[in-house]
């Protein structure tokens, strides 16, 4: 995991245990996380959120910005897929 998720992992343990009043060294924190708040791990989130953003643009519904430079980087990948 990249230094930068893990900072935005110990952030989101923090809300977390703000919001529910759990202490620092208490258990259970990823089943607080998942199974009561139904939130997800940051690398998962952020997985999430790709996939949304793809779907919209597939689906023609993302912001004009988001769509050229999704076609963009579509055709070049296709391009270095058919031609290795």
Do not use: E
Request: charged share 25%; proline share 4%; glycine share 6%.
């Amino acid at each position: 995991m990249g230094k930068n998720i893990y900072l935005l992992q110990r952030v989101l343990d923090s809300a977390a245990r703000l919001i529910t009043a759990t202490g620092k060294f208490d258990r259970g924190l990823s089943q607080l996380l998942h199974g009561d708040l139904h939130w997800l791990d940051v690398p998962q989130r952020v997985q999430y959120k790709l996939a949304v953003m793809v779907h919209r643009c597939l689906g023609r519904r993302a912001p004009s910005d988001s769509l050229a430079s999704f076609k963009t980087r579509l055709k070049t990948h296709l391009f270095d897929t058919v031609n290795p």
